[in-house]
């Protein structure tokens, strides 16, 4: 029997801890799954971490996400009982961090030195991108793509709801995801379905914005000042389990990725949940999704924020 003990950098409702629930599920007989989550503040996570890797001395911890409390709570471990370590990353965190630019220059140091140390001191790495393990190279380890997935089975769609977010039968556009402002940047996700929408406001189109984040506000500005206000909804945080019904009530789904190396190397839970849901994805030619899609999906992005990506979004979306 193996003894597997799962650090999930995240409460039980996030994306990490989903995917670590679909891990544990599908592992079968043989392997013996404790699994742990975040709760609580950065230093009160290490150290429930490091009590139950102590306690249980697992024969692998498996960290879900590149973050300081399962990272340094397995490495602890790992020294102390000889145990094997697997990290699970979905981002190139340093790259991403410098993008966003919000961690000042001590906090960016700190990210490049956690992930530094992740890729050193795990027996094996698992990334969700083929770009990521392209970014990595050989690092003298294994390193292994596992992308997202979902199970198609719980994504039944709901005439009902299509019917509150898109009334006259006007096609939803839409997409789902937490949305940051970045002051740097001057932009937050979700800003591209507010701008196509407005592109297309002579069509019978209605835009969905699944999530929260201090984007919203400024998304909501922007429609006020356009003058589409009405066009666009905004539904706020949506559970996992509540999600199916609202993909499965969108004709277009958006899946946008910056062209940039924090883009390159994600997949995004979004993908395969858009996926099952069965609508018709446009995303952006970066990543994983300019390998899992069919080439008219696809929309040309050019760098990090690429103003004219509207445009060629709705004309896209106008031709289909």
Same mark, same amino acid.
């Given at each position: 029997m193996i003894r597997l003990l799962v650090l999930v950098n995240g409460d039980r409702a996030s994306a990490a801890a989903m995917r670590a629930a679909a891990l544990a599920e599908h592992l079968g007989p043989g392997i013996e799954t404790t699994l742990r989550y975040?709760?609580?503040g950065k230093a009160v996570s290490i150290v429930r971490f490091l009590k139950d890797g102590l306690r249980l001395r697992p024969d692998v911890i498996y960290v879900v996400d590149m973050? @300081?409390?399962?990272? !340094?709570?397995?490495? *602890?471990?790992?020294?102390?009982? =000889?145990?094997?370590?697997?990290v699970d990353t979905g981002d190139a965190i340093f790259e991403l961090a410098k993008s966003i630019g919000e961690r000042g220059r001590i906090g960016l140091w700190l990210t490049g030195m956690l992930e530094r140390?992740?890729?050193?001191?795990?027996?094996a790495?698992?990334?969700?991108?083929?770009?990521?393990?392209?970014?990595?190279?050989?690092?003298?380890?294994?390193?292994?793509?596992v992308q997202d997935g979902v199970d198609t089975a719980t994504f039944p769609p709901d005439e009902d709801l299509r019917g509150q977010l898109a009334p006259d039968g006007a096609f939803t556009i839409g997409l789902v995801g937490s949305s940051v402002?970045?002051?740097?940047?001057?932009?937050? @996700?979700?800003?591209? !379905?507010?701008?196509? *929408?407005h592109a297309l406001?002579? =069509?019978?189109?209605?835009?969905?914005?699944?999530?929260?984040?201090?984007?919203?506000?400024?998304?909501?500005?922007?429609c006020a000042e356009l003058g589409i206000g009405d066009r666009v909804r905004f539904v706020g945080f949506?559970?996992?389990?509540?999600?199916?019904?609202?993909?499965?009530a969108m004709d277009f789904c958006l899946s946008t990725q910056t062209n940039d190396i924090p883009g390159r190397v994600r997949t995004t839970g979004k993908l395969p949940l858009y996926l099952a849901a069965g609508g018709v994805i446009l995303a952006s030619r970066v990543g994983e999704a300019a390998l899992a899609l069919d080439p008219r999906q696809l929309v040309e992005y050019e760098g990090v924020v690429d103003r004219g990506y509207p445009a060629r979004l709705a004309e896209r979306i106008g031709s289909l």
């Open positions: 975040r709760e609580g973050a @300081y409390s399962g990272v !340094l709570a397995a490495a *602890v471990c790992g020294r102390a009982s =000889r145990n094997r370590m697997i140390f992740g890729l050193r001191v795990a027996d790495i698992v990334v969700r991108g083929t770009g990521h393990l392209e970014l990595l190279g050989d690092i003298g380890k294994p390193v292994v793509v402002w970045s002051d740097r940047l001057g932009f937050c @996700y979700g800003w591209e !379905l507010v701008e196509v *929408v406001r002579d =069509r019978p189109v209605a835009g969905v914005m699944i999530g929260g984040g201090t984007g919203i506000d400024h998304l909501r500005a922007r949506v559970p996992y389990g509540e999600l199916p019904k609202y993909l499965g």
